[in-house]
């Protein structure tokens, strides 16, 4: 399955995170847990932000008021930039299978710049955005 592919650019984007072992049985238990901590998701974006250091890390951005100290939750910046992206479409958690095929995708079709990470962006229930950063 080959997805349609875009070059975009993303703006840095202050987050709060939950890290674990990426490609573990931890990933699913992190998202549970950082959503119970934040108690309503109305309004909330969410990333999965992952790079070859073999850490996943849970984030949501921060909005005013949000205090990560108080969550227990680190903060930090996922770095802003030029992104290839594709998107999957489809229920979760079906959907997920779907990840790792189209990022292998996308690291065929560009020059990822391997000083930042990759991002998945839930945009909705059924739309999860991928994004390897490029070089400029």
Wanted: include cysteine; aromatic fraction near 8%.
């Amino acid at each position: 399955m080959e997805l349609p592919l875009r070059r975009v650019e993303r703006a840095e984007t202050p987050v709060m995170f939950v890290a674990v072992k990426d490609g573990s049985d931890e990933i699913g238990p992190a998202w549970d847990h950082l959503e119970i901590l934040l108690g309503s998701l109305r309004g909330r974006k969410f990333l999965g932000v992952f790079d070859d250091s073999g850490i996943y890390r849970c984030c949501v951005q921060i909005r005013a008021g949000d205090d990560p100290d108080q969550l227990d939750l680190q903060s930090g910046v996922v770095p802003g930039g030029r992104y290839l992206s594709a998107t999957v479409r489809g229920p979760q958690p079906a959907t997920y299978a779907l990840l790792t095929p189209a990022f292998e995708q996308l690291r065929r079709s560009g020059d990822r710049d391997d000083a930042r990470p990759s991002i998945e962006f839930y945009r909705r229930h059924d739309r999860i955005d991928l994004l390897m950063p490029i070089r400029a």
